[in-house]
Every structure is written in C-alpha cells, then in structure tokens.
C-alpha cells in the first residue's frame, strides 16, 4: 500500500477526453521509449517505440509504435522488420540490433496517417520513416537531452523493465 500523503478528492476531476490523433503528415520525432512485450497469444515478441514529436506546433506529442518483429504470421513478422530497417536506417545505425536504447533520442522524419478504426475511433498510423535533412535536431532540443526528470537521473534514457530478457536486453541474450 502507498500512503499518498494527502486526500484526493476524485469526484472534483474532470477528465479530458479531447485526444485527437495529430493530422497526417510528416513530423520530426525521437524515439523516448522502448520494451519488449509478449504477443497477447504468448507465440511472438513485441517491440513498443514510444515517440515524441520535437518541432512544431505538436511538440511533446507522444505517438506509439508496436512492431511484431517475432511473430508466427509471416506478414506481421515483415512488416515490422522492414519498419525496423527504416527506423535503424533513419537514425544512421548499422548491423545487428541487440538493443533497442541505440535508437533512442535520435531524430528522424515519420510520416503519419489517420485510420478510422470502427472499435476505438481514428488513431495515427505510421507509414515511413526517414532521416532528417543534415540529421540535426531543432534548436534548443539537443540530441539525446533528457525530456523528463526520470531520463535526466538514468542519463538521458528510460529506464525499462524487460521481462524475459536476460542482461536487459530486450532482443534476449542472442550474440551479434
């Protein structure tokens, strides 16, 4: 049990329920966040991106990612490889991806669509991924500064829980 120190009088909070997928497009982001998941059905491995849009009037923005990147469905399975490859190719990193953090807080260009989705209403999609013009970040956002203070205390990165994975990594404890 966690003493929250105070009362919060919960019947007093509105809740805003104005979340509006940002307008397709293309937006500058960096990856802030990683994990890897299990499939809801245990027979594959999710990699969750969480990122940021850094310029323009939707800076600070949060969009998400899952990429199926092992999955029985060989389609899945493609796709998300072929994202990574953009993704890696985007922030200028070669070889053998063993860890998902060498993607983090390196800018790249996303282009962003909106689905309608008849369950849950229209949510951003992304499509394409690619580097940025000169690679550099907007003025006054440095590349790999800490955008909370959670990241600044764990050096500008997330701390991430991995379950699975042995080392903390969270492509498991494969040899590149």
Not at 166 to 173: E, I
Request: with cysteine; aromatic share 6%; proline share 7%.
């Amino acid at each position: 049990m966690a003493n929250l120190g105070e009362s919060i009088d919960v019947d007093t909070i509105e809740i805003d329920n104005t979340y509006e997928p940002l307008p397709a497009g293309e937006y500058m982001v960096q990856v802030t966040d990683s994990d890897v998941v299990e499939t809801k059905a245990g027979t594959g491995l999710i990699l969750k991106l969480t990122l940021e849009v850094m310029d323009g009037p939707s800076a600070g923005r949060k969009v998400w990612l899952n990429l199926n990147y092992k999955n029985p469905n060989a389609t899945a399975q493609r796709i998300a490889h072929e994202q990574i490859k953009q993704i890696c190719d985007a922030v200028g990193f070669a070889g053998h991806l063993t860890d998902s953090e060498v993607l983090h807080y390196k800018p790249l260009r996303v282009r962003l669509t909106v689905k309608q989705d008849p369950e849950y209403g229209p949510r951003n999609e992304m499509k394409k991924f690619s580097a940025m013009a000169g690679g550099a970040p907007p003025p006054g956002k440095a590349q790999g500064e800490a955008s909370s203070p959670r990241q600044a205390q764990t050096g500008g990165t997330a701390a991430t829980s991995r379950p699975g994975t042995a080392g903390g990594r969270p492509w498991g404890n494969r040899a590149a």
